[in-house]
């Protein structure tokens, strides 16, 4: 009995291992870096607002003026932390309780598109990525 949880342990960090190597390379792929040292001419909000007024046939001016870190108010920074995640200040980095949800819920897609692509003869796919 020990051989054999001694073994699920080993899976289990083998797993672990690649999933953390899959991870790593995965995230070299979002070209980021540029962002420290230029600022973007348009954001992914940018284009949805453009998208809409487009969609409605309104105007749209947008007036965009970057300050400085020093010039953002404190209170401010934090809102803005909040909005993003509200649990950012009692947890250590990493929302376990979020992350489980998530792989609960891709799992879940993926077993329910896997039953549908058995029968239609399709591949299926799903991502915790892009939920």
């Known amino acids: ?29 979002f070209p980021v870096g540029s962002l420290a040292t230029r600022i973007p001419a348009r954001t992914a909000l940018m284009l949805q607002r453009e998208r809409e007024a487009q969609a409605k046939r309104r105007p749209l001016h947008i007036d965009q003026r970057w300050v400085g870190y020093d010039s953002v108010s404190p209170l401010l920074r934090r809102a803005i932390l909040i909005a993003e995640d509200d649990k950012f200040y009692s947890h250590d980095g990493l929302d376990w309780y979020e992350i489980r949800a998530s792989a609960r819920a891709s799992s879940k897609r993926r077993s329910s598109r896997f039953a549908w692509s058995a029968r239609s003869g399709s591949a299926g796919s799903s991502s915790c990525i892009s939920t």
């Open 1 to 29: 009995m020990l051989k054999w949880f001694r073994r699920l342990g080993l899976a289990a960090i083998g797993v672990l291992a690649v999933l953390a190597a899959i991870a790593a390379v995965r995230v070299q792929s």
